[in-house]
């Protein structure tokens, strides 16, 4: 089954792909990899999800956020590679979540990107990955990631 389908039956729709919001690619490919610039979490009406995780929002909220992160990001690489079923496996995720002092499962959060690559890619969504918490994100967002992912190149 591809990746659309499985999106599909999962009910979730790709946002538009995002404009980069400054002088950067979203999507970088070197041969077999491409590298994911950090993508923040939008709602499907366009409004950004913010504020901290431990105060503003609950973590179930954050991890909500960084599922939408994932929408985002393969949205980028729909762009990209014109079909998702070109991904070959997720390499490596780095995300950063936007939390109190005191909060603690940043790894649970991240759950939210995590899982759906896995929902949408099954074993080959599993990647290397790390998950630390941050003061401030940009406009205040709850969280931003980045990845690489290996693609097919014929």
């Given at each position: 089954?591809?990746?659309?389908?499985?999106?599909?039956?999962?009910?979730?729709?790709?946002?538009?792909?995002?404009?980069?919001?400054?002088?950067?690619?979203?999507?970088?490919?070197?041969?077999?990899?491409?590298?994911?610039?950090?993508?923040?979490?939008?709602?499907?009406?366009?409004?950004?999800?913010?504020?901290?995780?431990?105060?503003?929002?609950?973590?179930?909220?954050?991890?909500?956020?960084?599922?939408?992160?994932?929408?985002?990001?393969?949205?980028?690489?729909?762009?990209?590679?014109?079909?998702?079923?070109?991904?070959?496996?997720?390499?490596?995720?780095?995300?950063?979540?936007?939390?109190?002092?005191d909060f603690?499962n940043h790894?649970?959060?991240?759950?939210?990107?995590?899982?759906?690559?896995?929902?949408?890619?099954?074993?080959?969504?599993?990647?290397?990955?790390?998950?630390?918490?941050?003061?401030?994100?940009?406009?205040?967002?709850?969280?931003?990631?980045?990845?690489?992912?290996q693609v097919?190149?014929?």
């Amino acid at each position: 089954m591809n990746a659309e389908t499985r999106l599909a039956e999962l009910n979730r729709e790709l946002p538009p792909p995002p404009e980069p919001a400054g002088t950067y690619l979203p999507v970088l490919q070197i041969g077999d990899l491409c590298y994911l610039s950090g993508h923040i979490p939008v709602r499907p009406d366009g409004s950004l999800i913010q504020g901290k995780v431990g105060a503003d929002l609950s973590e179930a909220e954050g991890r909500e956020a960084a599922r939408a992160v994932g929408l985002a990001m393969l949205a980028s690489l729909k762009q990209h590679l014109g079909s998702l079923d070109r991904v070959i496996r997720m390499v490596k995720v780095l995300g950063v979540v936007n939390a109190t002092p005191d909060f603690r499962n940043h790894p649970g959060v991240i759950n939210g990107f995590s899982d759906l690559m896995v929902d949408v890619f099954g074993d080959a969504g599993r990647a290397a990955r790390s998950a630390i918490g941050a003061s401030s994100l940009p406009l205040n967002v709850a969280v931003e990631i980045e990845a690489i992912v290996q693609v097919a190149t014929d």
